[in-house]
Structure formats: structure tokens, C-alpha cells
């Protein structure tokens, strides 16, 4: 597997319309597909690719991305997250973001919106402003107001064994609730 074939598959007609309203079937076809790639890359096999922009960004997509089409509501879907970002951010000090189309920079920047770090959701939201997608843009400032209030993703509680506060309990039992 090579970073292109990541590329292609991901920003692929077939794949577009799965990207944040997944099914069980294109989570299998993932999980069948690139379940080997995304071990490799969990365990550093393929750190090489962060050498390049492309490569970069694949390297985000199987580390972010697929992780949470192949785990869907287990705690593995967030286990790379870590390594996601560090990619993230060393593409960022490189400034390859600005070689990438605007539609490849808003997965760049993914695992930033997708950190219970504060100063990642800030980032974040300065790099979707900046990226000027408007949609990118609400769900990067949604997710900095869920760290702001709760410090955490209270949706994520159950599947990585954490206890939710009454605060937390209250706004997943409301119809404002973010299940991601």
C-alpha cells in the first residue's frame, strides 16, 4: 500500500459520501481494505510517509480516519489519535498544508478538531477559519465548545470506560447532544 492508493480511495466518488455519515457496509469494505495499513502505521511502520505532504495527509487519513470506520464504537477508534496529530502538527511546522487542495487540508487538520487538548481546539479553529469552509469551520468551533465546557468529549465516556459527570449525563440526554 502506498500513500496515493490511500489518496485515491479516500477522495474517491465512491467514498465521498461516507466521510461523516458512514454505513456498516463501507466501515467493512475500510476494515477489509486497509486494516493491515492501519496496524502499520499504528505501530510506526510507515512513519516514512510523513516526509512528504501527500504522504502526510494519507498517513493522517489511516491514523484518524479509518480507525474510526473500522472500531465504530469501541475504544480503538480514538487509539492513534496521538500519532495522528504528531503528523498533523510536523506537516503544519513545514507548512505543507498550503501545498495541499482545500479539501485535503480540512483532513489535515482533523485530528486537532478531534483532541481533548484546548490548545489543539484553538488551533484548530484559527486553521478552518483560515481554510474558509464554512461547515469545517462550525463543527471545528462545536467541537472547542465541547472541550470548553466539559474539558473532555462526554460522547466518547462509555466506549473509553470513563464516568460521566451529572453535567455530562444531562447534555448526552438532550436533543443537543453531539454522538459523533
Known sequence: MKPDDILSF???EQARPYWFA?????????????HSTWQAA???DLDAWADSPAGALALVI?????????FRGRAEAFSTEARARAVTRR???RHWDQSLAPEQRAFLYLPLMHS??????????????????AESLYWAQHHRELIRRFG???HRNAVLGRVSTPQEEAYLASAEAFRG
Open 152 to 154: 473532555r468529549f462526554p
Open 42 to 44: 499504528a505501530t510506526g
Open 62 to 70: 489511516v491514523l484518524d480516519q479509518f480507525p474510526l470506520h473500522m
Open 22 to 34: 458512514s454505513t456498516a457496509d463501507f466501515d467493512r469494505e475500510v476494515t477489509a481494505c486497509f
Open 10 to 12: 479516500w477522495f474517491s
Open 91 to 93: 506537516a503544519l511546522a
Open 116 to 133: 481533548e487538548s484546548p490548545v489543539d481546539q484553538e488551533d484548530s479553529v484559527a486553521l478552518y477559519e483560515a481554510l474558509g469552509q
